[in-house]
């Protein structure tokens, strides 16, 4: 059996006594090594040879590292670009890693840290850095991707991004409100890249008691603290080699948001009750409903760390705004809910459910239609679904339908859940309102309101008996301007 020939890797840095020191290093790890000490210099290697990765200064004589990756970028190659950074400049690292960069070290270069990164760029795991068998990695669920089902344009603009943000260690800022899928978003950039194998640690912030957020973190020592009976890992522990996705990152209190930031500049983490410090090698990924950028300005959320996350945003669009995906979404929902509970085949909804569906907002997006069909498919009991089965109030529906052309303002809605037309026939007002949006407006106000005036103006027991959950009907509120105790 042949041995694979050793990685080549080029360094371009300017201090000939750190450009050795990389170069030594590097060599003991079984690495074939070019050098440059300039940007020209460089770039007349890598004219001449393909590199596994090239690892640079930011600082050159004759420009600057982005000069490299700009480079790489437009001759399409496929190096793995590091970029050695000053110490506590930021900005420069989060450029970098905007322009392309796999990841970044911060000078003094810590030998270990360098080791680990340049293998985890070259896909190669260091004794070091090695799992316990007890600990052997998870690899993330392949069925990521594939659930981020739709093929609108918002849609195909997340799964591009997706695959070219997967290639790097640049964090990832996942916006998006409740149920579009933001972890499955997450899950998706870890499948696709060199970490795969390796284990996703998935954290919700918001459901974790502050004052164990450290020891969650972090992990801790035995003793250090009543009921403390053995030394346990954290998240960033569990993680390591990995990556570590922080959803409800806005929910984090701002003590602990200074310590993550830390975290994350040193790449390395003390336990509870411990004196020395660990180093870990986590690419993170972070999600959040809330507009951070607002969070900030409110003094809620450190600007520092806001800037750390988000070099990278990905929005994960609300349902209604790719209400052309409904159909192929709810199929694909349909099935996987039917395969569970045993049903066979898979029901199948008419061309009115489907135009209900259409005309409903989804404040609870995906995860508020998979509940949806959860309890149409326990109602139904045949082959179809109709629009009775979803049990949603005419009140409820916001969006006029064309039912001359037999389509939505979103599109037309027939495809492979289609199936004969129902009919039941309409309810309509004697006169035709001149406006749809607003009568309807008006009708699902009034109803609202007669159903709070009922309650007392108990938006809780209003909500149960019109079918809906609280969220539903404060968004409902808010939308209609119906105050708490209006008459």
């Given at each position: 059996m042949s041995t694979p020939s050793p990685a080549r890797l080029l360094v371009v840095d300017d201090e000939p006594d750190l450009r050795t020191l990389y170069e030594l290093t590097l060599l003991r790890e079984g690495y074939e090594i070019d050098s440059a000490g300039c940007v020209a210099e460089a770039l007349e290697h890598l004219r001449a040879h393909s590199y596994g990765a090239v690892i640079t200064d930011?600082?050159?004589?004759?420009?600057?590292?982005?000069?490299?990756?700009?480079?790489?970028?437009?001759?399409?190659?496929?190096?793995?670009?590091?970029?050695?950074?000053?110490?506590?400049?930021?900005?420069?690292?989060?450029?970098?890693?905007?322009?392309?960069?796999?990841?970044?070290?911060?000078?003094?270069?810590?030998?270990?840290?360098?080791?680990?990164?340049?293998?985890?760029?070259?896909?190669?795991?260091?004794?070091?850095?090695?799992?316990?068998?007890?600990?052997?990695?998870?690899?993330?669920?392949?069925?990521?991707?594939?659930?981020?089902?739709?093929?609108?344009?918002?849609?195909?603009?997340?799964?591009?991004?997706?695959?070219?943000?997967?290639?790097?260690?640049?964090?990832?800022?996942?916006?998006?409100?409740?149920?579009?899928?933001?972890?499955?978003?997450?899950?998706?950039?870890?499948?696709?890249?060199?970490?795969?194998?390796?284990?996703?640690?998935?954290?919700?912030?918001?459901?974790?008691?502050?004052?164990?957020?450290?020891?969650?973190?972090?992990?801790?020592?035995k003793g250090a603290f009543t009921g403390a009976n053995e030394d346990r890992e954290g998240f960033f522990q569990a993680a390591d080699g990995g990556t570590l996705f922080l959803d409800e990152i806005g929910d984090l209190p701002l003590a602990m948001q200074s310590k993550l930031l830390r975290v994350i500049q040193e790449r390395s983490v003390r336990p509870v009750g411990a004196v020395a410090e660990a180093p870990v090698n986590v690419r993170i990924l972070s999600a959040t409903h809330k507009d951070l950028a607002a969070e900030v300005a409110a003094g809620r959320f450190r600007q520092d760390l806001f800037y750390r996350l988000n070099v990278i945003q990905i929005r994960v669009p609300p349902l209604r705004e790719r209400l052309e995906d409904l159909g192929l979404i709810a199929e694909r929902v349909l099935s996987r809910i039917a395969q569970d509970a045993g049903v066979s085949p898979t029901p199948r909804l008419t061309p009115q459910a489907l135009q209900t569906l259409a005309r409903y907002a989804f404040p609870g997006n995906v995860r508020e239609l998979e509940n949806l069909l959860h309890r149409a498919l326990a109602l139904s009991g045949g082959e179809w679904m109709d629009a009775a089965d979803l049990g949603l109030p005419d009140a409820l529906l916001d969006t006029p339908l064309d039912e001359s052309r037999g389509e939505s303002q979103f599109g037309r809605l027939d495809g492979p859940l289609a199936g004969p037309a129902p009919v039941d026939g309409l309810c309509l007002p004697e006169t035709l309102p001149s406006d749809l949006a607003a009568y309807l407006d008006d009708v699902e106000r009034a109803i609202l309101l007669r159903a709070l005036e009922q309650h007392r103006f108990n938006r809780t027991a209003a909500a149960a008996s019109l079918g809906l959950s609280l969220r539903q009907i404060r968004y409902r509120m808010a939308r209609l301007d119906i105050s708490a105790g209006e008459a």
């Open positions: 930011m600082k050159l004589p004759d420009g600057n590292g982005l000069e490299l990756l700009r480079w790489l970028e437009q001759a399409g190659r496929s190096e793995k670009a590091l970029v050695i950074t000053a110490f506590g400049s930021a900005e420069n690292a989060v450029e970098a890693l905007k322009a392309g960069a796999y990841d970044y070290l911060t000078k003094p270069v810590d030998l270990r840290q360098f080791r680990l990164v340049v293998g985890s760029a070259l896909g190669r795991v260091s004794s070091e850095a090695a799992p316990t068998p007890a600990a052997a990695p998870r690899a993330a669920p392949a069925a990521a991707a594939s659930r981020l089902v739709g093929e609108s344009e918002a849609m195909r603009a997340v799964r591009a991004l997706i695959e070219k943000v997967a290639r790097s260690m640049a964090p990832v800022l996942v916006q998006g409100e409740s149920g579009t899928g933001k972890e499955l978003v997450a899950r998706a950039i870890h499948a696709q890249g060199a970490r795969a194998a390796a284990r996703f640690v998935a954290v919700n912030c918001g459901a974790i008691p502050e004052n164990l957020l450290e020891a969650e973190f972090f992990g801790y020592r």
